[in-house]
């Protein structure tokens, strides 16, 4: 190991059936260190993780921990513990019901002479530990009486607590806010002071750049660097994460980049939020338009598609449609406002397996219609053969079963039951995602279409070429927020990475 390294991981390799999730990664930590471990999704952050504390197998490469003379490898997550390797989760697995001292100490309480658990020392344990990490916590207190933030921190107390040489937080600061944030980082950075070395996983950008020391990029399984943080501004860390070089960015003329501003007034959104997800927005969408949400994953973009159409509730704000301020309660008030949602995960939320390609078709129309008024079975064979047609969706009858579908055509279906429904607004979530290019090009074509023919249509895609062939405006998101709009001559893949990553900074 060299000097100052506590943690080397060289040349990981793990595969999933039919996916090399990594491929020959590599990782350094040293002590007294922050490192962000970014990438998009299924960059293979997680996965690596894995291979350190023992959940996975890897099947090639090996991982040096400082201590301990040659490789190690961990069987589960307890031996990776005991070697000094503690992970903090999102959500904290922790006993609430348990008081703030026996959660530091399960496992491990001191024991009087007659094998009881000595409290009163445990108390007196737990109140130094927690007064060492400047946290002004009862001990003898339920652990559930304490906020998120405080919970996570005690967490992070227990794992320090047990020698811990390498301190991994896995997104640990998804549902905190401002200020509990600002304690964390204070934490992080004390445990720096002391030489603990900490893997940062994280989405949000300016936390980056505001507590951690070098940021190691994945991207498809591999590696694409390890970067001290001022060697990454923004914009290349941004163009890291999304496998694009500034030197080979082109422009891309939208082919539906008509000015849609004089159009009427479909959507307008002032000051919704949503508690934890999204910071309040306003957002204005005309007849006719195609508007983008982009930014990096984790950004808000669902979120904030998820409040228009009321699938979460707004806590904040107003909604008007066509004009009149309505109160979305559920999905089905948005569908009889005339609004449609295409789920990103269309396994979860999209189809329904064991129906047929028909019902799954007619399903929101008959949702409209009320499970009273059934649609009549040849109206649903009209209906089902009409869209199967015209989005040339490759299935042997309109009775298969969807999930006997390729991933493009259950997309296509679920599309299809939409617009069985004549929409005048359309939210299409990661609609081109995990299918083929023939396929990605057919709805994007679509789309065009449908706006041309009246239909606004909000567009959220992780690709920015796509948005750019298809949308006539992009908003961009931010770590919860909605950070600006970008029109025009600013609608190129500079432009908008560029918004993403907040200017050239």
Known sequence: MENNVVLSMKGICMTFPGVKALENVDFNLKKGEIRALMGENGAGKSTLIKCLTGVNKFEAGEIYLDGISGPIVNKDTMDAQKKGISTVYQEVNLCPNLSVAENLFIGREPMTKIGTVNRKKMNEMATKLMKDLDLDVDVTQNLEEYSLALQQMIAIARAVDMDCK???????????????????????????????????????????????????????????????????????????????????????????????????????????????????????IHKGEVIGLTGLLGSGRTELARVIYGADRAQTGTLKVKGEEVNIKNPIDAMNLGMGLLPDDRKAEGIIGD???????????????????????????????????????????????????????????????????????????????????????????????????????????????????????????????????????ELSQEGVMKAIAGGAK
């Open 166 to 284: 390498v301190l991994i937080l896995d997104e640990p600061t998804s549902s905190l806010d401002d200020n509990e944030v600002a304690k964390l980082f204070g934490m992080m950075r004390r445990l720096r002071e002391q030489g603990v070395g900490i893997v940062f996983v994280t989405h949000f950008l300016e936390q980056v750049y505001e507590v951690c020391d070098g940021i190691t990029v994945l991207r498809n399984g591999t590696l694409v660097g390890e970067y001290s943080i001022e060697e990454l501004p923004r914009v290349k860390l941004v163009a890291a994460m999304m496998g694009k070089d500034f030197d080979d960015l082109a422009s891309i003329k939208p082919e539906g980049s008509g000015d849609k501003s004089k159009e009427p007034l479909v959507i307008e959104a002032k000051g919704l939020s949503h508690s934890g997800t999204i910071k309040p927005f306003n957002l204005d």
């Open 355 to 489: 129906l047929s390609v028909r019902e799954n078709i007619i399903l929101a129309m008959q949702a409209k219609s009320g499970i009273f008024k059934k649609i009549p079975m040849a109206k649903q064979i009209e209906i089902a053969d009409k869209f199967i047609e015209m989005l040339q969706i490759k299935t042997a009858s309109r009775e298969t079963l969807i999930k006997q579908l390729s991933g493009g055509n259950q997309q296509k279906v679920i599309l299809a039951r939409w617009l069985a429904t004549n929409p005048d607004f359309l939210i299409l979530d990661e609609p081109t995602r995990g299918i083929d290019i023939g396929t990605k090009t057919e709805i994007q074509k679509l789309v065009i279409k449908l706006a041309e023919e009246g239909t606004s249509v909000i567009f959220v895609s992780s690709e920015i070429e796509e948005m750019l062939r298809t949308c006539n405006r992009m908003a961009v998101l931010r770590d919860g927020a909605k950070v600006g709009e970008i029109s025009g001559e």
